[in-house]
């Protein structure tokens, strides 16, 4: 990978036109569709457009893009994100249609959290089966 590739600053060109999107949290998606359901990770951004009150208390938003809606991401995983959008081996799998999650909730500090699991190709076949 060449230097320019590696360090390139801007945004990625996911190739969706995300506009009219509406934004969801995964707890949402998770009481509608329940844990067996995986989503296809179309793009992944950051938006660090708050005040710098805002970022020092709450970070940056950590967003996926899925087909047709915007989902928040947790804070924790922001870094992670950030990795994901300098990796070009990673753009090109989630650009190919290879990189999908389910939603898993745990406990954390007495109160319900989500995050995503990433899934292997053979469990996105298993579940992609099993929802038939």
């Known amino acids: 990978m060449s230097f320019a590739s590696k360090h390139k600053k801007g945004g990625i060109q996911w190739g969706i036109d995300t506009k009219d999107f509406e934004y969801f949290k995964l707890q949402d998606l998770f009481e509608k ?10 793009g992944v951004f950051v938006n660090s457009n708050k005040t710098e009150k805002e970022l020092k208390e709450y970070g940056a938003s950590v967003v996926a893009i899925l087909a047709d809606k915007l989902v928040n991401l947790p804070s924790h995983m922001e870094e992670e994100v950030r990795e994901i959008m300098k990796d070009e081996e990673d753009i090109a799998d989630i650009k190919a249609g290879k990189v999908w999650f389910r939603i ?21 076949a298993e579940i992609k089966e099993a929802t038939k």
């Open 104 to 124: 898993r909730s745990y406990e954390s500090h007495g109160k319900t959290c989500y995050s995503p699991d990433w899934l292997e190709e053979d469990e996105v």
């Open 33 to 42: 569709d329940g844990e067996n359901a995986a989503y296809q990770l179309c």
